[in-house]
């Protein structure tokens, strides 16, 4: 997706397997995009977010009843990296489940958001979620950073 997209609904999709950037990803000004029992496994990104990257002021996202496997990121938000957003746009997880998403990386410098990374947002709701074995690795040192979910 590029800049200006709106009023976007994938139901009952499945993304996977995709490389380099991960499945979505938007660049700015993108509002009303609802996913909705929709799967990302094993997407990949060499910088953030191996599922999802939502780009600045891309807002009232809304992510329902979706599932995050094995997503992996080189840099932030294993599954998904949320830019900045502002004048009180959201974005928000109901019922979704996370797992097995991870970053990892070669850099000696702080990673995180194993499962989800947030740059700033004015509100960011995450209802009813299951997060589990969601991690950061830093593979210079082969030990676990903090941030494994958020």
């Known amino acids: 997706m590029s800049s200006g997209c709106h009023n976007i609904t994938f139901e009952n999709c499945n993304f996977n397997t995709r490389g380099g950037n991960g499945a979505f990803v938007t660049d700015t000004n993108c509002f009303n ?3 909705t029992n929709t ?4 997407n990949t990104a060499s910088s953030n977010g ?3 990257t939502l780009g600045e002021n891309c807002h009232d996202t809304k992510f329902m009843g979706c599932t995050f496997d094995k997503n ?3 840099e932030k938000g294993g599954a998904v990296y949320i830019a900045a ?5 959201y974005v928000s997880f109901e ?3 996370f797992k097995n998403n991870n970053v990892s990386n070669s850099a000696n410098d702080a990673r995180s958001g194993g499962a989800i990374y947030v740059v700033s947002a004015n509100r960011v709701n995450i209802t009813d979620c299951l997060f589990k074995n969601n991690n950061v690795v830093n593979n ?3 030990e676990m950073s903090p941030g494994g979910i958020i």
């Open 140 to 142: 210079n040192i082969k």
């Open 33 to 35: 995009i609802n996913f």
């Open 85 to 89: 957003s502002t004048n009180g746009h």
């Open 72 to 74: 992996t990121a080189n």
């Open 50 to 52: 191996g599922a999802v």
């Open 95 to 97: 019922n979704c489940v």
């Open 39 to 42: 799967v990302f496994t094993s």
